[in-house]
Nanobody
Framework: QVQLVESGGGLVQAGGSLRLSCAAS????????VGWFRQAPGKEREFVAR????????NYADSVKGRFTISKDNARNTVYLQMNSLKPEDTAVYYC????????????WGQGTQVTVSS
């Protein structure tokens, strides 16, 4: 059974940093893209960042470019989202997800972790 488990969320002041982790299990993800998404109260879920499990290229939403960094540790089957210079508008539930290459939507989702940035 595939599982994606996020951790690392919490409360931080504006300008601070957090690192989110997403531990993946249940299958080999070499043919998958792994992404981070977020959903703020009353808003739709939005894309944050992504990278292929077997590569190093990255993509970011314009709103987080230069502040967030996605990375992975293949040995630990874990994907990270380093978030720096956090703003109150970054407050949201953050989800990691995995998309099989060639499939139009993300196949697997984690349960989410809350990030709250105070002003």
């Amino acid at each position: 059974q595939v599982q994606l488990v996020e951790s690392g969320g919490g409360l931080v002041q504006a300008g601070g940093s957090l690192r989110l982790s997403c531990a993946a299990s249940g299958r080999t993800f070499s043919m998958y893209v792994v992404g981070w998404f977020r959903q703020a109260p009353g808003k739709e879920r939005e894309f944050v960042a992504r990278m292929p499990w077997s590569g190093s290229s990255t993509n970011y939403a314009d709103s987080v470019k230069g502040r967030f960094t996605i990375s992975k540790d293949n040995a630990r089957n874990t994907v990270y989202l380093q978030m720096n210079s956090l703003k109150p508008e970054d407050t949201a539930v953050y989800y990691c997800a995995a998309q099989q290459i060639g499939v139009p939507s993300y196949n697997y989702w984690g349960q989410g972790t809350q990030v709250t940035v105070s002003s």
